[in-house]
C-alpha cells in the first residue's frame, strides 16, 4: 500500500485532516492561503481542515501541494480570511 497525504497530519499548530484533490476532480478555482494565488481548475492540490472541527468542513482550506508542505516554514497563526465577494 502507499501511503498518500490523506489522513490526520501533525502541524506546530495542531492536527490538520488532508485530502488530496487530482486534477481531474478539481473542477473550481480556489485561493491558495499559502501562497494568495489561484489554483486553477485541473490543478492536482490539497484540501485541510482542522482536525479538531471535522464535522464541520465549512472551515476547509484548498492549497498547492507544494504550499501546504512548505507550511511550516510559515509562523503559524498568520493566515486570515478574507471575504472577497464572489463573481460568478
Ligand atoms: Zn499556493
Redesign the pocket.
Known sequence: MRKGVDGVQQWQDGEWMVRSIFGGSATKAYR?P????E?RPGVAHVVAWPADERGDLTDRRH??T??WKARDRRAPGVERSRNAPHYG
Open positions: 491558495c499559502g501562497c494568495m494565488q489554483i492549497w498547492h507544494g504550499c
